[in-house]
C-alpha cells in the first residue's frame, strides 16, 4: 500500500492524527452506519440507496478510502496504521462498503495483475465506489477446499477473447457487482495446480446470470450465478495464464487478516452490549452483574478478545513487512471466528430471549460469528495447513 502523503510530520503528530482518525471513524459507524443497520440488511434499491447517502457523508467527513492508493482517490493510510482502524469501521459489517475500503482487496489486485487497459478502465471508478465487485472461486459441485478440482473452465479462441463457462456459488455480492473475478481452469486436470487462471468479467456480458439469492442463516447477500459462454476480451486474463493460485493467495492473505480485525470489532461491540445488559438487568437479587456466572461469560469473554488481538496484528505487521504469513494467517484465521462466535454467543446467553429478538445487532452477529468458521477456509483446513508447515520445520 501507498504511504499517505503527510509522511513530512513528525511521528508523535501522526500518533496523534491516527488516534483522532481512530475517533472519529469509531464514531462515523456508531452513530451513522448502525442505526442504517436494518435497511441495508434488508438489501434492494432502499439499501442501495442508504448505501450512497452513507457514503457521499463518508467523504464529506475525510473517512473515504482510507487504506486506497492516494493516485487513485484513496487517502494511501499504510496497512499498520490502518489496521488499527480497521477494527472499528469493521465492528459493522456495512462500514467497509459506507467508508469506502470494501474494494481495497480488488484494487490491489487489478493495480498488481490486471493489464493496462483493465488498470486504466476500472481503478479510479473503483476506488470512487463507482463499481462493484465480487469474487466466485467457490462452486456448487466441487470442494470449496480444494481448488484445484474448480469445474468452470475458460477457452482461448484464435482471436485472443477468452469464453468462460460453469457456476459458482455462495459468491458474497454478486446480485449487485458491475464485475466478478472468476477463478477457471485453463489447462489441465484436477492434479495440475498451474492450470487455473483468473478472470475479471464484467456482469453485463451474454451469458452470464444470477440464479438465485443464498441466504445464508436468514441473511441475504450471497449468490449463486451460472456463467455460459461468457466471453472476456483476452486482457481481462489477470496476471500470466496459470498463476490463479498464487494472486488468489497473496489477495486470500490479505483478505483473512482484514476480516479477522473486522471480527474484533464487532466482537467488542457484543462484548460492550453484554456488559451494559449485565449492569442493567435487575432481580430481586440485584442486577445480572452480580452473578459469579454472568461474570464468567465476562471473563472468559475478554479472555478471547485480548487473546487474539496480538495474533491478528502479528498477522498484519508480517504482511506489512512481506514477510511470509502463513502460520500468522492461519492462527488469528481460526483464532478470531472461534472468538467472534464464543463472544457473541455468551452475549446471547447474558441478554436471554432479547438475544435472539430483534431489538439488538446479536441475531446478525451471531450469523456473521458461525460462518467465519467456514468462510475463508474452514478451520480445518487452516489447522492442517499451519499444522503442516509447522512440523516441517522441526522436521528440516
Ligand atoms: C457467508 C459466506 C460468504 C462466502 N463468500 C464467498 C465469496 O465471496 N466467494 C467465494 O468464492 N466463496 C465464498 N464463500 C464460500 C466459502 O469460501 C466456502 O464455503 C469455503 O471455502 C468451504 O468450501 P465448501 O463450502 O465447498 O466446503 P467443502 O470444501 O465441501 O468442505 C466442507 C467441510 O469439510 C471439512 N473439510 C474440508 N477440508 C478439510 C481438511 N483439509 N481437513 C479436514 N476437514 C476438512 C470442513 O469441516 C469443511 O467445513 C462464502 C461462504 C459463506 C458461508
Not at 465492528?91 to 480488488?106: E, K
Not at 438487568?281 to 452473578?291: E, V
Not at 468462510?375 to 520445520?393: F, K, M, N, Y
Request: a neutral charge; one cysteine or more; aromatic letters at 4%.
Amino acid at each position: 500500500m501507498e504511504s499517505r502523503g503527510d509522511v513530512t510530520s513528525a511521528p508523535d503528530e501522526r500518533m496523534d492524527d491516527m488516534a483522532e482518525l481512530k475517533t472519529r471513524v469509531a464514531a462515523f459507524v456508531r452513530e451513522r452506519v448502525m442505526p442504517c443497520e436494518p435497511v441495508l440488511d434488508e438489501g434492494g434499491p432502499a439499501a442501495a440507496a442508504v448505501l450512497r447517502d452513507l457514503q457521499d457523508q463518508a467523504r464529506r467527513a475525510g473517512l473515504w478510502a482510507m487504506p486506497l492508493p492516494v493516485e487513485l482517490g484513496g487517502q494511501g493510510i499504510p496497512l499498520l496504521p490502518y489496521s488499527r482502524l480497521a477494527e472499528c469501521e469493521g465492528a459493522s459489517d456495512h462500514g467497509p462498503a459506507a467508508l469506502g475500503s470494501a474494494p481495497l482487496l480488488d484494487v490491489l489486485m487489478l493495480k498488481r495483475h490486471g493489464s493496462a487497459r483493465v488498470r486504466e478502465q476500472y481503478l479510479k471508478a473503483l476506488t470512487a465506489g463507482g463499481l462493484r465487485t465480487c469474487y466466485a472461486m467457490t462452486e456448487p459441485d466441487v470442494p470449496g477446499t480444494d481448488p484445484c478440482m474448480t469445474g468452470t473452465r475458460a477457452v482461448r479462441s484464435a482471436d485472443g477473447n477468452w469464453t468462460v463457462t460453469g457456476r459458482k456459488w455462495f459468491t458474497s455480492g454478486a446480485g449487485e457487482a458491475d464485475l466478478v473475478t472468476v477463478l477457471a481452469r485453463t489447462d489441465g486436470d484436477a492434479s495440475d495446480r498451474a492450470g487455473l487462471s483468473l478472470f475479471l468479467v464484467p456482469t453485463d456480458r451474454p451469458g452470464f446470470r444470477v440464479v438465485r439469492e443464498l441466504p445464508v442463516l436468514g441473511a441475504g447477500g450471497q449468490w449463486e450465478i451460472d456463467l455460459d459462454h461468457v466471453t472476456v476480451p483476452g486482457d481481462h486474463l489477470l496476471g500470466e495464464r496459470g498463476t490463479a493460485l498464487a494472486i488468489a493467495g497473496e489477495r486470500l492473505q490479505l483478505g483473512r487478516t482484514l476480516r479477522c480485525l473486522r471480527w474484533l470489532g464487532q466482537a467488542q461491540r457484543a462484548f460492550d452490549l453484554m456488559c451494559e445488559r449485565a449492569n442493567v438487568r435487575t432481580g430481586s437479587r440485584g442486577p445480572l452483574a452480580g452473578r459469579q456466572l454472568v461474570q464468567q461469560h465476562v471473563f472468559e469473554s475478554l479472555l478471547a478478545i485480548r487473546t487474539t488481538r496480538p495474533l491478528v496484528h502479528e498477522a498484519v505487521e508480517r504482511i506489512a513487512a512481506g514477510l511470509d504469513a502463513h502460520v500468522e494467517v492461519g492462527l488469528a484465521k481460526v483464532a478470531a471466528a472461534r472468538m467472534l462466535h464464543h463472544v457473541v454467543d455468551a452475549a446471547v446467553q447474558v441478554h436471554g430471549a432479547a438475544g435472539l429478538g430483534p431489538d439488538t445487532p446479536l441475531p446478525a452477529l451471531l450469523r456473521t460469528g458461525r460462518a467465519a468458521r467456514i468462510l475463508d477456509g474452514p478451520d480445518e483446513l487452516h489447522i492442517t495447513s499451519v499444522a503442516r508447515r509447522v512440523l516441517r520445520g522441526h522436521n528440516a
